[in-house]
């Protein structure tokens, strides 16, 4: 088993900067997939970026070049850093570890961007 617990949500204008991390029980680099997703209210859970097993990374178009996502080995957490920030951005951010058949997921943070 794995708890993953998220941090770093909140409300912030349009333009802004939040940095939300997924801190880990045990360690879980090189064991799983790590990925942060987001739900809207009314729209289905969407991806927005992860780090595979090898350390490839990828993000969803919407946030290229605005979200990076990093992994700290030595504190098994894995970051988010989003800036420029949208209204549309706007969900519940859930952290999550896969390998097949293990899928583990946090219990999510809330992030509001609003002017």
């Known amino acids: 088993q794995v708890q993953l617990v998220e941090s770093g949500g909140g409300l912030v204008q349009p333009g802004g900067s939040l940095r939300l991390s997924c801190a880990a029980s045990r360690n879980i680099f090189g064991i799983y997939h790590m990925g942060w997703f987001r739900q809207a209210p009314g729209k289905q859970r969407e991806l927005v970026a992860r780090i595979g097993l090898f350390g490839n990374i990828d993000y969803a178009d919407s946030v290229k070049g605005r979200f990076t996502i990093s992994r700290d080995n030595a504190r098994n957490t894995v970051d988010l850093q989003m800036n420029s920030l949208k209204p549309e951005d706007s969900a519940v951010y859930y952290c999550?570890?896969?390998?097949?058949?293990?899928?583990?997921w946090g219990q999510g943070t809330q992030v509001t961007v609003s002017s």
């Open positions: 999550n570890a896969y390998l097949a058949p293990d899928d583990y």
